[in-house]
Structures are given as structure tokens and as C-alpha cells.
């Protein structure tokens, strides 16, 4: 019976006190470490759709609650204006979702570029989604409105070759973004007065 | 037969390095050594969680009941994974991308909890301490030689940090066999060969 009660005693504080350290140490990390996943899952898409900004996007930023998610947008500031959001969807592709950031573009509301940030499909093939500038430069510049499509499906955006599915998930994604833009762009507004200066 | 402190130290770089002579470990080798700074960084984290488990299974040895000692090792090495892996998120966020799920897997790891049962568990702080370190030294070396062998091979490059530095020449036809998983199993099986005809007693 001695025994039983030393090992429970033992093991419970043993776990009390591992418990405490690593509850101390999260809360210690946890900012970092969501700066650092930012940087470098998100951060290069969005550098590079802010390329020339005045600003550093990573660091300027706000959430906005859109029904159950809350989404975060980046600022791009360009001739010293606010000028460019930036936030992430996603579209079904081959190997899962893959994940699109779309910079927007908010006096004309076009789309200033978009980038993929996280994926798994093919590599040499979908994988190209990402690591071929050329084909997410077709989007630039493009007016929303209308979703896009790939040329297979009567659109104009040119597919990768051998990588329909991932072409089409890109484009549903940046469609998707043309959505939700509409929907919160009175808040998306609201909230970049706030980035002037 | 007590060994002598340098001994205890020395051991884990030859005698008894873990996956050459122990065959011990042997999913991590296999999995990380892509490149040899993704073997620096296993290698690192292990022998952190090797040394930290190593002290504190020992200092904590008399007081561990044995019918639950397993469970009080798991604890502690698990405590010290976890530790790594936020301190590697919070601080090498690129090499924690690259290591994945292999970080949080070190908790499973016969080599850690070999050690705590095997060494820790039965000597000084000290030793355990000289111990740990040394079994995680020698640990870290064999992945980067195995490492080094297949990114040489597969891509004719290295990389120590960050950037790879080029050591073949442009007219070197990369044999990326080697960085694939098969390759892993070749160069691991080819460097225990090795180790064997030099160490043949």
C-alpha cells in the first residue's frame, strides 16, 4: 500500500512540475513563434506581392472576423498610402488544399498578385504552382469580378501543363478572395485608415 | 568494471556510437540526413534532450518507484522535447520546417530512454551527465557523416548552415538517388560495413 501511494505521489508531481515548465515557456514563445510562422510561411508570398512597398507587411497588420474564421490581412504601403491588402485562401487541389495568398489592390480593386504559401502536390509538376513565377504572374493586374478560370474551362488563365487540378485550385482561390474581399471590404476600409500617416 | 570519467565520456564517440555500434536510433538517421545541416540540427536536439534527461533521471534515481519508472523517464524526456521544439520554433523556425515531425519523435528515440534506463538510472550525476553528452556527440558526428556521404553524392553539394556551399564542380551529374530514402538505407548499410572491417577485432 506504501508503495502505491509513492508511486502515484511521484509521478503526480512529477508531471505538476513538467506540466509548469512547459506552460511557462509557451507563453514565453508563443509571440515569437506566431511571428516566425508568419515570416516564413506567409512572409515570402506576401514580400513578394508587396514588392516596393515603403512598409514592412509582415509587421503591419489586423485581423477582421468574417463569420466563424478571423482573417488576417497585411498592409502594403505604397507612395506612402495604404493601398494593398493582402490575406490567404485556399482551393482543393491535387495533393490537398492549397493555400493562396492574394494581394489586393483597394482604389481599383484589382489584384496586385498573388502567391502560393502552402501545398502538397506533385513536385515538377503542380509543385510548379509555386516555384514558377510565371504562372501566378498572370494574375496580376486582373480586375475581380468575375471568377477566373482556366482556359480548359473557358477562362484565360493558362494552366500549368500536366497540373489542370492545382491550376484550377489556384484560380478558385483567388476567386474566393474576390469574394470575401467584397463582403468585408466596408471593415477592410475601415481598418486601413488606421495604417495612414 | 568502473570506467574511468574520460572513458565514460569517450565511449559514446567509438565504442558505443549509437547507430553504427548500437544500431540504435536508426529512424531519425534515416529520415534527416538529407543534407548535413539538417543533421547538425537532429543531432543537436538530441543531445540536449539526451544530456537534460541523463541529469535528471539520475538525480531523481532513488526517489523513482521502479514499477513506474518507465513512465517517469517518458515524462521527463518528453518534458525536454517539448522544450526543444519550442525553443526551435520560436529561434530556427527554417530548420524546424525542414525537421518536422522527427523533432517531437525524439521522445520515442531508444537511444534517450536507453540511456536513462541503461545508465542514468544505475550512476552518478556526473557520469550520466559525461555520459549524455558523449552518447549525443557521437550521435550528432554519425549524422553528419552519413549526411555529408549522401549530400555529396546526391547533389555534389553541402550545406552547413543555411546556404549550400558547391564542392563538385558544374559538370558533376548529381546521383539524387542518394538523397531519396533508398539511398538512406544504401549509405547507412555501406558506412556500418566500414565501420566494421576498421573496428574488426
Known amino acids: ?56 507587411p509582415i509587421a503591419d497588420r489586423f485581423n477582421i472576423k468574417d463569420g466563424d474564421v478571423e482573417r488576417t490581412f497585411f498592409v502594403g504601403n505604397f507612395d506612402g498610402e495604404p493601398r494593398g491588402v493582402a490575406f490567404e485562401t485556399s482551393g482543393k487541389g491535387y495533393g490537398g488544399e492549397v493555400g493562396l495568398m492574394v494581394g489586393i489592390n483597394v482604389k481599383d480593386n484589382k489584384l496586385i498578385g498573388v502567391g502560393v504559401t502552402t501545398h502538397a502536390e506533385t513536385p515538377g509538376m503542380g509543385a510548379k504552382a509555386k516555384s514558377d513565377p510565371n504562372f501566378v504572374a498572370q494574375f496580376k493586374d486582373l480586375a475581380l469580378g468575375e471568377p477566373f478560370k482556366v482556359t480548359a474551362d473557358g477562362g484565360s488563365v493558362n494552366a500549368i501543363s500536366g497540373a489542370t487540378i492545382t491550376s484550377r485550385a489556384v484560380s478558385a482561390a483567388a476567386s474566393e478572395a474576390g469574394e470575401i474581399y467584397r463582403k468585408l471590404k466596408p471593415q477592410i476600409d475601415e481598418k486601413l485608415t488606421g495604417f495612414k500617416k | 568494471m568502473a570506467k574511468s570519467l574520460t572513458q565514460e565520456f569517450v565511449k559514446g564517440l567509438w565504442d558505443e556510437v549509437p547507430p553504427f555500434r548500437l544500431v540504435l536510433g536508426l529512424c531519425p538517421v534515416l529520415a534527416v540526413t538529407k543534407s548535413v545541416e539538417n543533421g547538425i540540427g537532429m543531432g543537436v536536439a538530441t543531445t540536449f534532450v539526451l544530456v537534460g534527461s541523463n541529469v535528471l533521471v539520475s538525480i531523481l534515481r532513488k526517489l523513482i518507484p521502479s514499477k513506474v ?4 523517464f517518458i515524462v521527463i524526456i518528453a518534458t525536454f522535447v517539448t522544450v526543444v521544439e519550442l525553443i526551435m520554433q ?39 551527465l559525461l555520459d549524455g553528452l558523449g552518447i549525443g556527440i557521437g550521435f550528432t558526428l554519425s549524422l553528419v557523416a552519413l549526411a555529408a556521404v549522401r549530400e555529396l553524392l546526391g547533389t555534389g553539394a553541402l550545406t552547413f548552415w543555411v546556404t549550400p556551399i558547391q564542392i563538385f564542380g558544374p ?31
Open chain 2, 171 to 201: 559538370s558533376y551529374q548529381p546521383f539524387s538517388f542518394m538523397i531519396e530514402a533508398p539511398g538512406a538505407f544504401m549509405a547507412l548499410g555501406l558506412m556500418l560495413c566500414l565501420m566494421n572491417l576498421v573496428g574488426k577485432k
Open chain 1, 1 to 56: 500500500m506504501r508503495e502505491m501511494i509513492k508511486m502515484v505521489v511521484v509521478l503526480t508531481i512529477l508531471s505538476f512540475f513538467s506540466g509548469g515548465v512547459l506552460a511557462y515557456l509557451r507563453n514565453n514563445t508563443q509571440e515569437r513563434i506566431d511571428n516566425q510562422v508568419l515570416e516564413f510561411v506567409k512572409g515570402p508570398a506576401v514580400r513578394t506581392i508587396f514588392e516596393g512597398a515603403g512598409n514592412n
Open chain 2, 69 to 72: 519508472r518507465i513512465a517517469c
Open chain 2, 90 to 128: 520560436a529561434y530556427a523556425y527554417p530548420l524546424f520546417l525542414k525537421l518536422g515531425i522527427f523533432i517531437p519523435l525524439i521522445v520515442v528515440n531508444c537511444i534517450v530512454l536507453g540511456r536513462a534506463e541503461a545508465f542514468a538510472s544505475k550512476n552518478s550525476v556526473f557520469r550520466s
